[in-house]
C-alpha cells in the first residue's frame, strides 16, 4: 500500500481523526477515559511539547504533533502494546516505538522543573518522612520502589523455541518506578 493510501486511510478510520476528534466535541468524560488527561491539560500538553516533537515534511508527511501525543497517551494510560496502538491508529508499530519515546522524553524536558522536584535541604528530606509515616505508617522512609518483573526472551532462543526445540532461557528485566509521598497508589 503506498505512503498516500495508508495517509487517507489513518485520515478516515484512524482513532485519533474519528473517535478523539467525536470524544473532544461530545463526551468530555469518555475523552478522559481514554487519554486519562482531561481536554483542557491535553490541550496545554500539547501545546508545550509541540516544538519539541515537531519533524519537517520531507517525501512524506510528518505526523501531526496531537496524534503523537494521543498514541503516547493510549500507551500510558492502559498498556495497550505497539501492535494494538498500530490497528487503532493507523501508523506502523515500529513508528510508535520512535513516537513514545520521543513523546515521553518531550514531556519529561517539558515539565520536569516544574513538575519534578526533589528535596535538596534536610528539612525537605525530614518533612516528606514525616509526611509517609503520617499517610503511609511507614517511619523513616523518603520513597518508595515500586516493580515488576517482565520475562524477556533472547531472539535465538525464541527462533530455537519456534523450531521445536526446547529453548527455555530468558532474562527477567526489572522495572522499577520510585514513588513520593503524595502519589496514589491506588489509581
Known amino acids: 500500500m503506498g505512503q498516500e493510501m495508508a495517509d487517507k486511510r489513518r485520515e478516515r478510520y484512524g482513532h485519533y481523526s474519528s473517535l478523539l476528534n467525536e470524544l473532544k466535541t461530545e463526551d468530555e468524560k469518555a475523552f478522559y477515559n481514554y487519554t486519562r488527561p482531561p481536554r483542557g491539560l491535553y490541550d496545554e500538553v500539547l501545546l508545550r511539547v509541540e516544538g519539541r516533537i515537531e519533524k519537517k515534511d520531507t517525501y512524506r508527511k510528518s505526523l501531526p504533533h496531537g496524534l503523537k501525543l494521543s498514541i503516547t497517551l493510549r500507551h500510558l494510560a492502559c498498556g495497550d502494546n ?3 496502538l ?34 535538596t535541604t534536610t528539612e525537605e528530606w525530614t518533612a516528606i518522612t514525616e509526611q509517609f509515616e503520617k499517610r503511609w505508617q511507614f517511619p523513616h522512609c523518603c520513597g518508595a ?6 520475562v524477556v526472551m533472547s531472539v535465538c532462543f525464541f527462533l530455537l523455541s519456534s523450531c521445536g526445540t526446547k529453548a527455555e532461557r530468558s532474562m527477567s ?3 522499577l518506578r520510585l514513588s513520593w509521598v503524595t502519589l496514589c497508589w491506588d489509581c
Open 173 to 175: 528485566l526489572l522495572i
Open 82 to 84: 505497539y501492535p494494538s
Open 145 to 150: 520502589l515500586d516493580g515488576k518483573h517482565v
Open 86 to 119: 498500530s490497528y487503532n491508529f493507523r501508523v506502523a508499530p515500529n513508528t510508535i516505538s520512535l513516537i513514545i519515546n520521543e513523546v515521553c522524553d518531550a514531556i519529561k524536558a517539558e515539565f520536569a522543573a516544574e513538575v519534578i522536584q526533589c528535596p
